[in-house]
């Protein structure tokens, strides 16, 4: 499953640092999901999705979506 918070952000314009501010979740694990490095969990793709205004399926990528 590839995660798309990176191409969700910039679509809003929206920076790592104000990502940050706005979910509560650190630059560095946001730029390690965003790197595939990690996998986020629910409740934090709920808050990146609700800070870019989207719905949580919009935020990965699978062929079971």
Do not use: F, H
Request: a positive charge.
């Amino acid at each position: 499953m590839e995660v798309l918070t990176w191409q969700a952000r910039i679509k809003k314009n929206v920076t790592l640092k104000q990502l940050e501010q706005m979910t509560g979740i650190s630059k560095t694990t946001l730029n390690t999901i965003e790197n595939g490095q990690t996998s986020p969990t629910l409740r934090q793709l709920e808050a990146i999705a609700i800070a870019l205004n989207t719905k949580i399926s919009e935020l990965y990528d699978s062929e079971y979506k």
